[in-house]
């Protein structure tokens, strides 16, 4: 699997874990209340395996042949028969034509005497007809002696849990309808077959699957205004319209059912030309979703019937290749229109009941089933082709073959579960899944997938602790730092390696899954037991302990272990892997300056507070000679945002300089990892400077961005991958901040003005809102960092003006002490900065970060006497259709003496500001610091 760029990659992750199948099962296990082992057979075999073969195939005819008595007579002499008989006859059918019972976990029963009894677990698969039944089966079987053979028999068995609406698909081949307009409907969706035939695909239940052939129009309007944005940037057209020929469709038989009598549909004779072209339609797409791999039990499809809320059509069409429509009735963000095969997304947003129902915010792990509250991993990285000779060689995957085992403390969220999930990388093979609690523990994991599924042995209530052990290992690629500063991801720069310039380095964080975890980020508290081979050095999410050796010593005998303990909570945890340089530069320390009073508000549980920042600073070789200056910028940038929050989240920060074409940087909690540009092979073209985030006038802004990120994006985190602004448009403010604290209000001013341009530029691709999809479509990184971070920052410096500094920064401080290791939306931003300004701020959030488009404004002065004197009246008219709020500021030159500096707060759509007047007045002059996002005509 190749590793894409970093925007693909957070599609991939949210939305295409690999291929819409395979999130169409994820989206299914989650329904189900537990599914059963899978796919991978579990290997934790003991070494010597009784011979239950026979048993099993024994146990397989009497399931095939539905023969209770025949099960009986497998059950050992002490068993219960009367349990047993009940066993049979509720989990044996009649009509079985195959069967196959898959083995997956054996464990010897405690009170019996070595060798002599087990628990099994196995897999029963049965199909009749089309319908298919996925079992699992827990055994306990006892070795028997009769006469010189020994034989195993079933003591006790009781059902785990089932998966019965699998259905083998066909097309019906002999129904087929004319169809003329018929509508097929979903939310925002029709298909209309103005004149054409259907063809369709029954369960017991009804109509499942339908094959539309003919002359047909698509049309999707989605209602949330940014969604119609995406659709006109896809289509020039806010509704998008195809014209299409044939058509795959995919629904509950009830559905099909309420539809039918509206649709009219008359049936007539089967045309085999036409069948034909149907049956090459229906087998392209239905394995494409709704469908289960069970292929080690079985060599046919096998589909889950979809749910009453779910509606799947996939339509071919000329222009935009097939076009996938999903109504997902489990997801928060239920609808979906995207391109099959670019897998770009189109559409994303809740279906109307959901947005009445769960509100503009909701959390990315709002439905997820456990908390993990602590990870405890200990696992060794091996950089692949270090073990070769030659270390100039490229390896032919950039990445390390890790070793692990990670100790899970999680906490049962919710309804009671049988089940849960984890994410753990699809290349890393797990060997074992182990509870303190409930022993050793099933588990699966569908191919494709970055997803581990661990069943448990019975259902566990709410709020219940426990602990589990996975095992794994595998060869793992890297991922780039979160953050490349470039226009655009040229694959060439992947790999730094193919030109041997620079120290390799190997980062695990965010994005490759290198332990298992929760579904999505959150916080937990960690440690880290990190081993690396001699030479190399790990650099990690915690404190590192006191008994690391030395990061820089070269070379010493043996692996070497680096510990780490991240006792304050981390979103995920993240290690960087290369061979450091030796100098002499000392820790740095800051102490916090104006820690007191900290806002008495619900804290994280366990986070402490802390005084005093240690910071360190490592570099590769190339980079060697920039550590002292970088580590005394490091530390003044860090007591500066410690003074404007009044908080050091986690006590030390490590910073770590490595090499490669281009400046990027990485801000997982406790290091920051930052690229130093190393000059460039010839005709390689660099865009950089032309990238929105790129500040030729304050060099270090990367860095104090980065630094920003252990407050925003760390410390305080994002609920989902809306309020991805809160974190970079939070850290470029305060790199801005920085900047001007550091070189003063030109530079401050400088790097406004770039913002402000690149924001006017793109407000017109979306709203903030639309987060990593912003330049999606137009497969243009720039446009997301031009609203994400830049019109985001922007927003921040608006509302400053707007509401006042006082307002401003004790809001900030307001929002970042509430949410201190918690998941952020933009809600709860809004609210921080209200009750400081005591006003609704609703029209300013919901116009800057959920609408996109600028406002346009007319300004107007006039000079009108008043009891006191002159005044000058400043009227500014708001000439979009919504109205906007933002600061103005307005100079005034008087013939004689010093100017005058109004910031107008524009908030109606008509604002008049009345300014007594010092005497005549030469000029007025608006928005002379050029800081408004706004059109302004004067
Ligand atoms: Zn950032």
Same mark, same amino acid.
């Given at each position: 699997?190749?590793?894409?760029?970093?925007?693909?990659?957070?599609?991939?992750?949210?939305?295409?874990?690999?291929?819409?199948?395979?999130?169409?099962?994820?989206?299914?296990?989650? =329904?189900?209340?537990?599914?059963?082992?899978?796919? *991978?057979?579990?290997?934790?075999?003991?070494?010597?395996?009784?011979?239950?073969?026979?048993?099993?195939?024994?146990?397989?005819?009497?399931?095939?042949?539905?023969?209770?008595?025949?099960?009986?007579?497998?059950?050992?002499?002490?068993?219960?028969?009367?349990?047993?008989?009940?066993?049979?006859?509720?989990?044996?059918?009649?009509?079985?034509?195959?069967?196959?019972?898959?083995?997956?976990?054996?464990?010897?029963?405690?009170?019996?005497?070595?060798?002599?009894?087990?628990?099994?677990?196995?897999?029963?698969?049965?199909?009749?007809?089309?319908?298919?039944?996925?079992?699992?089966?827990?055994?306990?079987?006892?070795?028997?002696?009769?006469?010189?053979?020994?034989?195993?028999?079933?003591?006790?068995?009781?059902?785990?849990?089932?998966?019965?609406?699998?259905?083998?698909?066909?097309?019906?081949?002999?129904?087929?309808?004319?169809?003329?307009?018929?509508?097929?409907?979903?939310?925002?969706?029709?298909?209309?077959?103005?004149?054409?035939?259907?063809?369709?695909?029954?369960?017991?239940?009804?109509?499942?699957?339908?094959?539309?052939?003919?002359?047909?129009?698509?049309?999707?309007?989605?209602?949330?205004?940014?969604?119609?944005?995406?659709?006109?940037?896809?289509?020039?057209?806010?509704?998008?319209?195809?014209?299409?020929?044939?058509?795959?469709?995919?629904?509950?038989?009830?559905?099909?059912?309420?539809?039918?009598?509206?649709?009219?549909?008359?049936?007539?004779?089967?045309?085999?030309?036409?069948?034909?072209?149907?049956?090459?339609?229906?087998?392209?797409?239905?394995?494409?979703?709704?469908?289960?791999?069970?292929?080690?039990?079985?060599?046919?499809?096998?589909?889950?019937?979809?749910?009453?809320?779910?509606?799947?059509?996939?339509?071919?069409?000329?222009?935009?290749?097939?076009?996938?429509?999903?109504?997902?009735?489990?997801?928060?963000?239920?609808?979906?229109?995207?391109? $099959?095969?670019?897998? $770009?997304?189109?559409?994303?947003?809740?279906?109307?009941?959901?947005?009445?129902?769960?509100?503009?915010?909701?959390?990315?792990?709002?439905?997820?089933?456990?908390?993990?509250?602590?990870?405890?991993?200990?696992?060794?990285?091996?950089?692949?082709?270090?073990?070769?000779?030659?270390?100039?060689?490229?390896?032919?995957?950039?990445?390390?073959?890790?070793?692990?085992?990670?100790?899970?403390?999680?906490?049962?969220?919710?309804?009671?579960?049988?089940?849960?999930?984890?994410?753990?990388?699809?290349?890393?093979?797990?060997?074992?899944?182990?509870?303190?609690?409930?022993?050793?523990?099933?588990?699966?994991?569908?191919?494709?997938?970055?997803? /581990?599924?661990?069943?448990?042995?019975?259902?566990?209530?709410?709020?219940?602790?426990?602990?589990?052990?996975?095992?794994?290992?595998?060869?793992?690629?890297?991922?780039?730092?979160?953050?490349?500063?470039?226009?655009?991801?040229?694959?060439?720069?992947?790999?730094?390696?193919?030109?041997?310039?620079?120290?390799?380095?190997?980062?695990?964080?965010?994005?490759?899954?290198?332990?298992?975890?929760?579904?999505?980020?959150?916080?937990?508290?960690?440690?880290?037991?990190?081993?690396?081979?001699?030479?190399?050095?790990?650099?990690?999410?915690?404190?590192? /302990?006191?008994?690391?050796?030395?990061?820089?010593?070269?070379?010493?005998?043996?692996?070497?272990?680096?510990?780490?303990?991240?006792?304050?909570?981390?979103?995920?945890?993240?290690? /960087?892997?290369?061979?450091?340089?030796?100098?002499?530069?000392?820790?740095?320390?800051?102490?916090?300056?104006?820690?007191?009073?900290?806002?008495? =508000?619900?804290?994280?549980?366990? *986070?402490?507070?802390?005084?005093?920042?240690?910071?360190?600073?490592?570099?590769?070789?190339?980079?060697?000679?920039?550590?002292?200056?970088?580590?005394?910028?490091?530390?003044?940038?860090?007591?500066?945002?410690?003074?404007?929050?009044?908080?050091?989240?986690?006590?030390?920060?490590?910073?770590?300089?490595?090499?490669?074409?281009?400046?990027?940087?990485?801000?997982?909690?406790?290091?920051?990892?930052?690229?130093?540009?190393?000059?460039?092979?010839?005709?390689?073209?660099?865009?950089?400077?032309?990238?929105?985030?790129?500040?030729?006038?304050?060099?270090?802004?990367?860095?104090?961005?980065?630094?920003?990120?252990?407050?925003?994006?760390?410390?305080?985190?994002?609920?989902?991958?809306?309020?991805?602004?809160?974190?970079?448009?939070?850290?470029?403010?305060?790199?801005?901040?920085?900047?001007?604290?550091?070189?003063?209000?030109? =530079?401050?001013?400088?790097? /406004?003005?770039?913002?402000?341009?690149?924001?006017?530029?793109?407000?017109?691709?979306?709203?903030?809102?639309?987060?990593?999809?912003?330049?999606?479509?137009?497969?243009?990184?720039?446009?997301?960092?031009?609203?994400?971070?830049?019109?985001?920052?922007?927003?921040?410096?608006?509302?400053?003006?707007?509401?006042?500094?006082?307002?401003?920064?004790?809001?900030?401080?307001?929002?970042?002490?509430?949410?201190?290791?918690?998941?952020?939306?933009?809600?709860?931003?809004?609210?921080?900065?209200?009750?400081?300004?005591?006003?609704?701020?609703?029209?300013?959030?919901?116009?800057?970060?959920?609408?996109?488009?600028?406002?346009?404004?007319?300004?107007?002065?006039?000079?009108?006497?008043?009891?006191?004197?002159?005044?000058? =009246?400043?009227?500014?008219?708001?000439?979009?259709?919504?109205?906007?709020?933002?600061?103005?500021?307005?100079?005034?030159?008087?013939?004689?003496?010093?100017?005058?500096?109004?910031?107008?707060?524009?908030?109606?759509?008509?604002?008049?500001?009345?300014?007594?007047?010092?005497?005549?007045?030469?000029?007025?002059?608006?928005?002379?610091?050029?800081?408004?996002?706004?059109?302004?005509?004067?």
């Amino acid at each position: 699997m190749t590793r894409e760029t970093n925007e693909r990659q957070d599609l991939r992750t949210l939305f295409f874990p690999d291929h819409l199948i395979r999130t169409t099962i994820r989206v299914f296990l989650v =329904v189900l209340v537990s599914v059963s082992a899978l796919v *991978a057979p579990v290997s934790a075999q003991p070494a010597e395996e009784p011979a239950y073969r026979p048993l099993i195939e024994a146990l397989e005819q009497a399931v095939l042949a539905g023969d209770s008595a025949a099960f009986l007579s497998l059950t050992s002499a002490n068993a219960n028969r009367n349990a047993a008989a009940a066993f049979a006859s509720e989990h044996l059918y009649a009509n079985v034509e195959r069967t196959t019972i898959n083995p997956r976990f054996l464990s010897p029963i405690d009170d019996l005497p070595g060798g002599t009894g087990y628990d099994l677990t196995v897999e029963v698969f049965s199909e009749s007809g089309i319908r298919g039944r996925l079992e699992t089966w827990q055994l306990e079987i006892v070795r028997q002696e009769q006469g010189d053979d020994i034989i195993w028999r079933i003591r006790d068995q009781a059902r785990v849990d089932s998966i019965d609406n699998l259905r083998h698909l066909n097309l019906n081949s002999t129904k087929q309808y004319a169809a003329n307009n018929m509508v097929l409907v979903s939310e925002d969706l029709s298909l209309t077959l103005t004149e054409g035939t259907v063809f369709v695909s029954e369960t017991e239940l009804g109509v499942t699957g339908l094959v539309l052939l003919g002359e047909g129009v698509m049309n999707f309007t989605p209602q949330p205004e940014a969604e119609q944005g995406q659709v006109r940037i896809f289509s020039g057209k806010e509704a998008l319209t195809a014209k299409f020929e044939t058509a795959f469709v995919r629904m509950h038989p009830d559905l099909f059912n309420l539809q039918f009598s509206t649709m009219g549909l008359v049936e007539q004779t089967v045309e085999s030309d036409k069948l034909r072209d149907a049956t090459e339609i229906f087998d392209a797409f239905i394995g494409l979703s709704f469908a289960l791999d069970l292929s080690h039990v079985t060599d046919r499809l096998w589909s889950l019937v979809p749910g009453v809320g779910d509606f799947l059509a996939e339509v071919p069409t000329s222009r935009n290749g097939t076009l996938t429509y999903v109504l997902s009735g489990h997801q928060p963000e239920d609808i979906s229109l995207y391109e $099959r095969e670019t897998r $770009r997304i189109i559409s994303l947003y809740p279906s109307a009941r959901k947005r009445e129902v769960q509100g503009r915010y909701f959390g990315d792990s709002d439905n997820t089933r456990v908390d993990v509250l602590d990870y405890d991993i200990t696992a060794s990285f091996i950089p692949l082709g270090v073990s070769q000779q030659s270390i100039m060689a490229v390896p032919r995957l950039q990445g390390c073959r890790i070793v692990g085992s990670a100790r899970l403390a999680l906490r049962v969220k919710g309804l009671p579960i049988t089940s849960f999930s984890l994410r753990l990388a699809e290349e890393l093979e797990v060997s074992s899944v182990t509870s303190d609690e409930f022993g050793p523990l099933l588990f699966f994991r569908l191919t494709g997938q970055n997803n /581990l599924t661990v069943n448990l042995p019975g259902e566990v209530p709410d709020s219940t602790e426990f602990t589990i052990t996975v095992s794994y290992e595998g060869e793992l690629p890297a991922q780039q730092l979160e953050e490349n500063w470039i226009a655009k991801n040229f694959r060439v720069w992947d790999n730094e390696r193919a030109y041997s310039l620079g120290q390799r380095r190997y980062i695990y964080s965010n994005r490759s899954y290198w332990y298992p975890q929760g579904l999505f980020s959150d916080y937990a508290t960690a440690t880290l037991e990190l081993t690396v081979p001699p030479g190399w050095a790990a650099v990690a999410s915690g404190n590192p /302990l006191d008994t690391n050796p030395l990061i820089t010593r070269s070379m010493e005998d043996g692996p070497r272990q680096f510990s780490f303990v991240a006792l304050q909570p981390a979103r995920y945890l993240s290690v /960087l892997i290369t061979r450091f340089s030796d100098h002499r530069s000392p820790a740095h320390q800051v102490r916090l300056a104006n820690a007191a009073p900290r806002p008495a =508000v619900t804290q994280a549980e366990g *986070a402490v507070f802390y005084d005093t920042l240690t910071i360190d600073a490592q570099a590769t070789e190339r980079s060697i000679e920039e550590i002292g200056p970088i580590t005394t910028k490091t530390a003044d940038i860090a007591a500066f945002y410690s003074s404007l929050l009044g908080d050091i989240p986690y006590p030390t920060l490590t910073m770590t300089l490595s090499d490669s074409f281009l400046p990027g940087g990485h801000s997982p909690a406790y290091f920051v990892a930052m690229n130093r540009e190393i000059p460039r092979p010839l005709g390689v073209l660099t865009s950089w400077q032309t990238d929105p985030v790129s500040f030729s006038t304050y060099p270090s802004f990367f860095l104090a961005h980065e630094i920003a990120h252990q407050w925003w994006g760390q410390a305080v985190g994002w609920k989902n991958y809306h309020e991805q602004w809160l974190s970079e448009g939070l850290a470029q403010y305060f790199a801005a901040l920085y900047a001007e604290r550091d070189d003063g209000p030109e =530079v401050f001013s400088d790097i /406004l003005h770039q913002m402000r341009r690149w924001a006017m530029q793109h407000s017109d691709e979306g709203p903030i809102y639309l987060g990593y999809r912003l330049g999606h479509l137009d497969g243009e990184p720039r446009i997301f960092r031009a609203l994400v971070y830049n019109k985001a920052a922007m927003v921040l410096h608006m509302l400053r003006g707007l509401i006042g500094d006082d307002a401003f920064f004790a809001g900030l401080k307001r929002f970042y002490h509430q949410w201190r290791f918690r998941k952020a939306g933009t809600d709860a931003l809004q609210s921080a900065f209200e009750i400081e300004a005591g006003r609704s701020l609703s029209r300013f959030f919901d116009r800057w970060i959920h609408d996109d488009g600028l406002p346009e404004l007319k300004f107007s002065s006039r000079v009108e006497d008043a009891a006191s004197g002159e005044e000058i =009246v400043l009227r500014f008219e708001q000439l979009t259709e919504r109205i906007f709020e933002l600061p103005v500021t307005v100079n005034l030159t008087y013939r004689s003496g010093p100017g005058e500096t109004v910031v107008v707060p524009v908030t109606e759509r008509v604002t008049e500001v009345r300014v007594p007047l010092r005497g005549p007045v030469r000029r007025v002059d608006v928005d002379r610091d050029e800081l408004a996002l706004a059109e302004i005509d004067h």
